[in-house]
């Protein structure tokens, strides 16, 4: 914005009284060529609404031409966040004799050009009003505005007189291209008892602009810029006490349930603590006769359930394991079939009844359909274009609602991360759409980031969201010392012609663990022991099988049968 104490010449005085009611002019200095003589006087008057109600005359010295074309600027930069905008309205035109004259308007994005029908007129009278020419400046009110904003031909003379009912206590004034600092050609404070701005202007070229400024005192009208905002990336993300309150308080929310889950999760560090040393000890009580022993597990867990509670998934692992379970169990026979040196491997799933005394779990009995459905036999290479995939869904689902049945959740963990994870993408989009609308709209974008950054951080956390019972973080303690019990060297301390049965019990939760090579190397030593066939019971190798490639064996069939069940559409984001 100016401000008449910068402008080049200041008047700051009234005229006395009984000056000359007119700027002097300089209308005798001749205009080039033998283009008539166009003059313009303009009245600016300033109600006590603050609106301007603007009168020019258009005077055509040896003719007129076809059209002339007047420019009033209608917007411009006011400071790094909005652009001012003059509103020009109620514009009308008429000749000498009070005859009505068209008027066409045309917009632009800074300027209004109305073009005047002044084909034979010696003269035109256009009326106007304009909003938003004033500024509050300390205690008093500023006119601010481009008395001229062009013409579409030189005029010769413009003069401008402001009238607001009470002396102007300053102006100033510049004329010529767009942006210029020169003076107007002449400006005072005259007019009938002080009462007027005057300013003179002469030889405008087409184009040239001429802008006043004049300051009244504390009380001569009502005004304030009509302000629109102008979009930026910086003033959209405006740092503002608000904005940065609102931020906080997101980030203090977002902690807030940090901590919380923090404290749920601690859970299990602290059931680590106190109930760990319960799993580390031999899984075995007497049973079955005298100096029998038979495989008991902390908490009676099997080893689907076991990966299931550890990562909250029900993932390949935990098939494949379940399904070795099965085998060394007795419900179903792990057959090695023949093959050439090289060549691919494959296997052979023999069903059997199973012992009478050991009751499958709902998940285990799935798994059985799943694999063999209305067959005995089922080879592992067929599987994966069988419904096997297909009936994975259900066996993945009960090992689920089995981790609520068993009170180790509150509620299945797999429902409840997907929860979250819509709850987090959709806050995200939610942020993402906000933050969209408050740049559009207003300066307070940076308040919407707060957002997406809790959306993201809900879709990241999901995961971590199933969080474990308190009995269910005991069953993890447990689990976790009987980990550390079979990593152990004392894990082997078993007595003679118990150890093949009993650490075949164990292969399976070593699957869970990451720790079957040892395990399978362990069973297959004590096979050559106490097994004068080498056969296991529950894997049976083909022709020139011996109990030393039971290791290879198991590790590729494992392997094998975790692709087959990876590539399933179920398991696949899992594997």
């Known amino acids: 914005m100016r401000s008449v104490c910068a402008a080049a010449v200041v008047v700051c005085a009234a005229a006395p009284a009984g000056a000359a009611t007119t700027p002097e002019t300089h209308s005798s200095v001749p205009i080039a060529g033998d283009a008539p003589a166009i003059s313009n006087a303009i009245l600016l008057d300033l109600d006590d609404e603050g609106v301007l109600h603007g009168q020019e005359t258009l005077t055509f010295g040896g003719g007129a031409p076809d059209e002339f074309t007047r420019t009033f ?28 004259v068209d008027v066409a308007a045309r917009s632009h994005d800074t300027s209004l050009d109305l073009t005047i029908d002044t084909r034979g007129a010696e003269s035109v009278v256009l009326e106007y009003r304009v909003r938003g020419a004033l500024d509050p400046v300390g205690d008093g009110v500023e006119l601010e505005w481009a008395a001229v904003g062009g013409y579409s031909a030189p005029v010769a003379e413009t003069t401008v007189a402001v009238d607001a009912g009470v002396p102007p206590i300053a102006l100033a004034c510049t004329a010529g291209e767009p942006r210029s600092s020169i003076y107007c050609t002449s400006s005072d404070m005259g007019g009938h008892q002080g009462l007027l701005a005057r300013f003179l202007q002469n030889d405008m070229d087409t184009g040239d602009r001429l802008d006043i400024v004049v300051s009244y005192p504390p009380g001569t009208a009502p005004g304030e810029p009509v302000l629109e905002r102008t979009w930026s990336l910086t003033s959209a993300f405006a740092i503002t006490p608000v904005t940065s309150g609102v931020f906080g308080l997101v980030l203090v929310i977002l902690v807030g349930g940090l901590v919380a ?4 999760r601690g859970r299990d560090e602290r059931a680590l603590k106190t109930q760990a040393f319960v799993g580390d000890s031999a899984p075995l009580l007497p049973g079955g006769g005298p100096g029998v022993l038979r495989f008991h597990p902390p908490d009676g867990v099997h ?23 099965l085998a060394v169990r007795g419900h179903l026979t792990i057959r090695e079939l023949p093959h050439a040196r090289f060549s ?15 009751d499958l779990l709902p998940y285990e009995r799935l798994l059985l359909d799943a694999l063999f459905h209305n067959w005995h036999q089922v080879k592992v290479s067929e599987l994966a274009r069988s419904d096997f995939p297909a009936r994975l869904t259900e066996v993945r689902d009960e090992l689920y609602r089995d981790m609520v049945r068993l009170r ?3 509620y299945r963990p797999n429902l409840e991360r997907n929860r979250w994870t819509s709850a987090g993408i959709g806050l995200t989009v939610a942020g993402v759409a906000l933050t969209v609308l408050l740049a559009v709209f207003t300066q307070a974008a940076f308040t919407g980031l707060a957002v997406i950054i809790a959306g993201a951080a809900v879709t990241v956390g999901a995961q971590y969201m199933p969080a474990k019972t308190r009995q269910g973080s005991m069953v ?17 301390h078993v007595p003679q012609g118990s150890r093949v049965r009993l650490f075949s019990r164990y292969l399976p939760y070593a699957i869970i663990f990451d720790n079957v090579d040892r395990w399978a190397g362990i069973v297959s030593s004590a096979g050559r022991d106490e097994l004068e066939d080498e056969e296991l019971p529950w894997y049976v190798g083909p022709e020139e099988w011996r109990l030393e490639d039971f ?23 899992l594997g």
Not at 352 to 358: A, E, L, N, W
Not at 482 to 489: G, I, K, N, Q
């Open 73 to 100: 600027t209608v917007r411009e930069p006011y400071d790094t966040a909005h652009e001012r905008v003059f509103e020009v309205t109620g514009i009308t035109a008429r000749d000498a004799a009070g005859g009505e």
């Open 261 to 264: 889950l923090i404290r749920l």
């Open 303 to 325: 080893p689907g359930q076991i990966g299931t509670l550890i990562d909250e998934q029900a993932d390949v692992v935990d098939i494949t394991a379940t399904v070795v379970d």
């Open 344 to 358: 691919a491997v494959d296997w052979r799933l023999d069903k059997c009844p199973g012992p009478v005394d050991d």
């Open 408 to 410: 180790w959740f509150a």
């Open 476 to 492: 993890f303690a447990h689990t976790l010392g009987f980990r550390a019990y079979l990593l152990s060297p004392e894990a082997e």
């Open 551 to 573: 290791t290879d064996s198991i590790k590729s069939f494992t392997l094998t049968l975790t692709g087959v069940i990876s590539n399933t559409r179920q398991f696949r984001a």
